[in-house]
Nanobody, 127 residues
């Protein structure tokens, strides 16, 4: 059984920062070997990729968050992070973390390659 549990969401003003965490609970897998990522979705819109991290630590970002968001992981803690700075109202969304045991190079597949998803954490940015 695999569970992803996000935390760290909340409401902040534009220009502020938040740090999202995603803990991986499993006796089978380790973040060391998994491709992982953060996605977000707003009502009426499709889920979009925010940031991806390969098992070797290589990262990729959506153009809209480059230079403001940083994805990272702590393999010893089996935890994925998303540091979000200079937040904008358009960053308001439900944020989901996801993990893949099939693809360590998740940057090649994105959402289609993910095997497990968290339930999400809400981020609301006010102007």
């Amino acid at each position: 059984q695999v569970q992803l549990l996000e935390s760290g969401g909340g409401s902040v003003q534009a220009g502020g920062s938040l740090r999202l965490s995603c803990a991986l609970f499993t006796s089978t897998y380790s973040t060391y070997y998994m491709g992982m990522g953060w996605f977000r979705q707003t009502p009426g819109k499709e889920r979009e990729v925010v940031a991806l991290i390969d098992s070797d630590g290589s990262t990729s970002y959506a153009d809209s968050v480059k230079g403001r968001f940083t994805i990272s992981k702590d393999n010893a803690k089996n935890t994925l992070y998303l540091q979000m700075n200079s937040l904008k109202p358009e960053d308001t969304a439900m944020y989901y973390c996801a993990a893949s045991y099939r693809y360590s190079k998740i940057s090649y597949t994105g959402a289609a390659g993910m095997d497990y998803w968290g339930k999400g954490t809400q981020v609301t940015i006010s102007s």
